[in-house]
T-cell receptor
Framework: DADVTQTPRNRITKTGKRIMLECSQT?????MYWYRQDPGLGLRLIYY???????NKGEISDGYSVSRQAQAKFSLSLESAIPNQTALYFC?????????FGSGTRLTVV | GQNIDQPTEMTATEGAIVQINCTYQ??????LFWYQQHAGEAPTFLSY????GLEEKGRFSSFLSRSKGYSYLLLKELQMKDSASYLC??????????FGTGTLLAVQP
C-alpha cells in the first residue's frame, strides 16, 4: 500500500457541485498539505496542517476548505466547484524535511 | 515573501551533462529542495541543501549558495528516463514548501 493515498484518482464534476478529495497517510507524520498543480504555474499551496488542531491557509485558499479528521486524514473540499478549479491536486505529508506526495487527483469541473 | 525562478524548458542530449539553475528570494530560509516529476505523476525527492556547497548523489548533484540565493541541480550521464520536470522548492521560514514553476527537461537521443 502507498504511504500517502488520495481518492479519487480522477473525477469529473459539474459547476456548482460540492466535492471532497480525501487523503490518508500511514507514515505517522503530523504535517499534511494540499497543493494544486496547473500547467505553467507549478505546485501552489492551498492549505496545510501541522497537527490535528492546526489548520492554515496557503497562497490560494479561496474557494476551498479542509478538515483534519485525524492525524492520518486530511480532506479538501470545494464547496461550489467552478471550471478554473480544474487541476491536478496533490496531498503531501512531512516530518521536518522529508515530504512524501500522494499520486494525485485529477479534477475536471465542467 | 518568496519568489523562486527557474528556466521553463531545457533540452539536452543523452549521455551529456545538464545544469538546471534556481534563484530564490525569501524572508526566511529552511533549506532548498529539488524534486523530479514525470508527467501526471507525484513529485519525488531528489536532494536537499541547507548549507553552502555541493551535495552529490550518484548521477545527481545539487549546489547551494545562500549569500547569492542560488542553487543548481546537475545531472550527469543523462538517460532518456531523465526527461521530466525538475522542481526547485524553498523550505521557507515556516517549514512549508514553496515551489518554483519547474523546468521541463527533454533528453534527446
Amino acid at each position: 500500500d502507498a504511504d500517502v493515498t488520495q481518492t479519487p484518482r480522477n473525477r469529473i464534476t459539474k459547476t456548482g457541485k460540492r466535492i471532497m478529495l480525501e487523503c490518508s497517510q500511514t507514515k505517522g507524520h503530523d504535517r499534511m498539505y494540499w497543493y494544486r498543480q496547473d500547467p505553467g504555474l507549478g505546485l501552489r499551496l492551498i492549505y496545510y496542517s501541522f497537527d490535528v488542531k492546526d489548520i492554515n491557509k496557503g497562497e490560494i485558499s479561496d474557494g476551498y476548505s479542509v478538515s483534519r479528521q485525524a492525524q492520518a486524514k486530511f480532506s479538501l473540499s470545494l464547496e461550489s466547484a467552478i471550471p478554473n478549479q480544474t487541476a491536478l491536486y496533490f496531498c503531501a505529508t512531512s516530518v521536518f524535511r522529508g515530504y512524501t506526495f500522494g499520486s494525485g487527483t485529477r479534477l475536471t469541473v465542467v | 515573501g518568496q519568489n523562486i525562478d527557474q528556466p521553463t524548458e531545457m533540452t539536452a542530449t543523452e549521455g551529456a551533462i545538464v545544469q538546471i539553475n534556481c534563484t530564490y528570494q525569501t524572508s526566511g530560509f529552511n533549506g532548498l529542495f529539488w524534486y523530479q516529476q514525470h508527467a501526471g505523476e507525484a513529485p519525488t525527492f531528489l536532494s536537499y541543501n541547507v548549507l553552502d556547497g555541493l551535495e552529490e548523489k550518484g548521477r545527481f548533484s545539487s549546489f547551494l549558495s545562500r549569500s547569492k540565493g542560488y542553487s543548481y541541480l546537475l545531472l550527469k550521464e543523462l538517460q532518456m528516463k531523465d526527461s521530466a520536470s525538475y522542481l526547485c522548492a524553498d523550505g521557507g521560514a515556516t517549514n512549508k514548501l514553496i515551489f518554483g514553476t519547474g523546468t521541463l527537461l527533454a533528453v534527446q537521443p
